[in-house]
């Protein structure tokens, strides 16, 4: 089964960026990756940040990106603000089990 | 509005069984495939199963498999989990989610996915395990 590694955590100040990276323990992650992203606020279900590597949804500023490199994934965070203070969640596809699976989490604090 | 509002969580015995309901609306239910995740008090998510627009298509996590049975009524626009044999590690928040998808497989260079990003989320249903 596919794993994804999260750092446990992160942190920033304010306006600052800060990236999150996910490493899959599969080649197929890097031969055609598929990297979904998840904001966790306090007290909140998950939000969809990006989806398919790189593409924002609907309302989701343009502060948040994604990219993907070999067998990682990463999103980043530009002008890093308060609110941005949750965990964070990569999920990919095991092709092989044909599950879903997510990654351990990474808890973002802001300075 | 689109929505998704779970339901039938609750205090359990481990070994008994218990069933899981999710109401959607605003949306073509019957376009999109479906999943269960859960999430354990101070933990991470874990997908637990997802199911594609007309049942073809069904997996588990492999912590759930043989026990947990995911189903969907598109008339009803309804998402069901049927937890068998709970243990204590099964007590966790069940999220219901929506795929952007429809759950059947989409494939480039050679690799295919059933399942993709789950874009709407209900807001959870608890369910405890213990004696």
């Known amino acids: 089964q596919i794993v994804l590694t999260q750092p446990p955590s992160v942190s920033g100040a304010p306006g600052q960026r800060v990236t999150i990276s996910c490493t899959g323990s599969?080649?197929?992650?890097?031969?055609?990756?598929?990297v979904h992203w998840y904001q966790q606020l306090p007290g909140t279900a998950p939000k969809l940040l990006i989806y398919s590597n790189t593409n924002r949804p609907s309302g989701v500023p343009h502060r948040f990106s994604g990219s993907t490199s070999g067998a990682s994934a990463s999103l980043t965070i530009t002008g890093l603000q308060a609110e941005d203070e949750g965990d964070y969640y990569c999920q990919s596809y095991d092709t092989f089990l044909s599950t879903s699976v997510f990654g351990g989490g990474t808890k973002l604090t802001v300075l | 509005e689109v929505q998704l509002v779970e339901s039938g969580g609750g205090l359990v015995q481990p070994g008994r069984s218990l069933r899981l309901s999710c109401a959607a609306s605003?949306?073509?239910?019957?376009?999109?495939?479906m999943h269960w995740v859960r999430q354990a008090p101070g933990k991470g998510l874990e997908w637990v199963s997802g199911i594609s627009w007309d049942r073809d298509n069904i997996a588990y996590g492999n912590s759930v498999r043989g026990r947990f049975t995911i189903s969907r009524d598109n008339a009803k626009r309804s998402l069901y989990l049927q937890m068998n044999s709970l243990r204590a590690e099964d007590t966790a928040l069940y999220y219901c989610?929506?795929?952007?998808?429809?759950?059947?497989?989409?494939?480039?260079?050679?690799?295919?996915?059933?399942?993709?990003?789950?874009?709407?989320w209900g807001q959870g249903t608890v369910v405890a395990v213990s004696s």
């Open positions: 989610a929506r795929d952007i998808g429809d759950g059947h497989p989409r494939c480039n260079h050679g690799v295919c996915r059933h399942f993709r990003a789950l874009d709407v």
């Open positions: 599969s080649s197929e992650i890097g031969a055609d990756p598929d």
């Open positions: 605003g949306f073509r239910f019957d376009e999109y495939a």
